[in-house]
């Protein structure tokens, strides 16, 4: 039996100490491409909370009142890239109609929110863990704000190290991948905080 985590709890601790970003390493292709512009990793982090929040909650939904009483759990994954897929293109249809520039900004990476490993990974744990409504709508929302979280300060530094004396060998990805190390030891030092499972 999995204890109840308090959904208050879980929100919190997949921002920072679980965060599904720089702990589990879930959704690096985006991260690491987006996060040269700060605008640009804003609109996609927002994205990302949103497809995250809407996604966990609609699969729990779909596995508990279709899947298992169906005994169809060996169609989860095709299910939930489904749902995945849905919500996506809804939002990117959002996105085209409420601001172009950030539409042509994200270009190809807001439809490749789809195959986002982050997103499908946030809902298996939601599976794995037995999570109840509330915990999977948490742990979803909590997931997407610490991913955005992670690119809007990936993007910020970025900034930075763009304007300083990097030397020639680390300019580029080698800097980025340095930072992003760094992130994620900051992040997994809060771990002793809070542990979900």
């Given at each position: 039996m999995i204890p109840l985590i308090?959904?208050?709890?879980?929100?919190?601790?997949?921002?920072?100490?679980?965060?599904?970003?720089l702990t589990n390493f879930l959704?690096?292709?985006?991260?690491?491409s987006i996060s040269k512009d700060w605008k640009s990793s804003f609109g996609l982090g927002m994205?990302?909370?949103?497809?995250?929040t809407i996604t966990t909650a609609v699969s729990w939904l779909v596995l508990k009142y279709l899947l298992v009483p169906l005994?169809?759990?060996?169609?989860?994954?095709?299910?939930?890239?489904?749902v995945i897929a849905a919500v996506v293109q809804i939002?990117?249809?959002?996105?085209?109609?409420?601001?172009?520039?950030?539409?042509?900004?994200?270009g190809i990476f807001l439809p490749l929110i789809t195959v986002n490993c982050a997103i499908l990974?946030?809902?298996?744990?939601?599976?794995?863990?037995?999570?109840?409504?509330?915990?999977?709508?948490?742990?979803?929302?909590?997931s997407g704000l610490g991913w955005w979280l992670a690119i809007l300060l990936l993007a910020a530094i970025?900034?930075?190290?763009?304007?300083?004396?990097?030397?020639?060998?680390?300019?580029?990805?080698?800097?980025?991948?340095?930072?992003?190390?760094?992130?994620?030891?900051?992040?997994?030092?809060?771990?002793g905080m809070i542990a979900v499972q």
């Open positions: 308090n959904p208050i709890t879980l929100f919190f601790a997949s921002i920072v100490t679980s965060n599904i970003l959704g690096m292709c985006s991260f690491i994205a990302v909370t949103f497809v995250l005994q169809l759990e060996y169609l989860s994954f095709i299910v939930f890239i489904i939002l990117e249809m959002v996105i085209d109609r409420a601001s172009p520039a950030l539409y042509l900004s994200l990974g946030a809902i298996l744990f939601m599976q794995i863990r037995n999570y109840g409504f509330l915990q999977s709508v948490s742990f979803g929302a909590g970025r900034e930075r190290t763009e304007k300083s004396p990097v030397p020639a060998g680390l300019k580029g990805p080698g800097i980025t991948i340095i930072t992003i190390g760094f992130m994620a030891m900051a992040f997994i030092g809060f771990s």
